[in-house]
């Protein structure tokens, strides 16, 4: 069983297209993230939700718009894709925030 | 910055010696939380110690903190080459909405 699951795992595009990541996991948890690593492996957060509602929002831009419709759903859309959006998304939960995160095994984007 | 920076950036060893990572951050934290990456996949959660703990174990994983110093390290014993990976620290910072940041990494390579 799958903990949290993210598809696409590869998405390859061009740029000015629209393109969606989606997350889901099974374990109750409250809080899910949106993490971007570029090709340097520096990992950067760019939104948590918790129940549904946004509580962080990093200075991304808003191309990127993430959607909850529900505690288990963290999707990721990303409007007019560009170059430098190529890289690794993944997607984490965590139990009411304070507690070791779960990650997704990630989306691989490359924007061509 | 609210991320933990690992040192060394990479360390290689052979089968059977200890490696040990270290992590230093910058602001008061509610615990610091260690994770591993194998290489295309996602961060695993190893293990979490809280800001009024100095010393915790899990397996062969040894993590100490020392809040006046604003540093953690992460011994793993009796290494293995399955132990090859990425290891990311990442300090809990209070008010932070509680996101985690994550540094660049320490790639460790045990060779058999």
């Known amino acids: 069983d799958t903990a949290v699951s993210q598809t696409p795992k590869y998405l390859v595009t061009q740029m000015g297209n629209d393109k969606s990541i989606k997350c889901e996991q099974n374990l109750g948890h409250d809080t899910m993230y949106w993490y971007k690593q570029d090709s340097k492996k520096f990992l950067k957060i760019m939104f948590s939700?918790?129940?549904?509602?946004?509580?962080i929002n990093e200075t991304v831009p808003n191309r990127f718009s993430p959607k909850s419709p529900d505690k288990a759903h963290l999707n990721l859309h990303i409007n007019s894709l560009e170059l430098g959006d190529s890289a690794v998304y993944f997607c984490a939960s965590s139990r009411e925030a304070l507690y070791g995160y779960t990650f997704g095994s990630g989306t691989r984007l490359t924007v061509v | 910055s609210q991320q933990g920076e690992e040192d060394p950036q990479a360390l290689s060893i052979q089968e059977g010696e200890n490696a040990t990572m270290n992590c230093s951050y910058k602001t008061s934290i509610n615990n610091l939380q260690w994770y591993r990456q194998n290489s295309g996949r996602g961060l695993v959660h190893l293990i979490l110690?809280?800001?009024?703990?100095r010393e915790k174990h899990s397996g062969r994983l040894r993590v100490t903190l020392d809040t006046s110093k604003k540093s953690s390290s992460l011994l793993i014993t009796a290494s293995r080459a399955a132990d090859t990976a990425s290891y990311f620290c990442a300090p809990l910072i209070p008010n932070s909405g509680y996101a985690l940041n994550f540094g660049k990494g320490t790639s460790l390579l045990v060779t058999p």
């Open positions: 939700y918790n129940n549904k509602e946004l509580i």
């Open positions: 110690i809280r800001s009024n703990e």
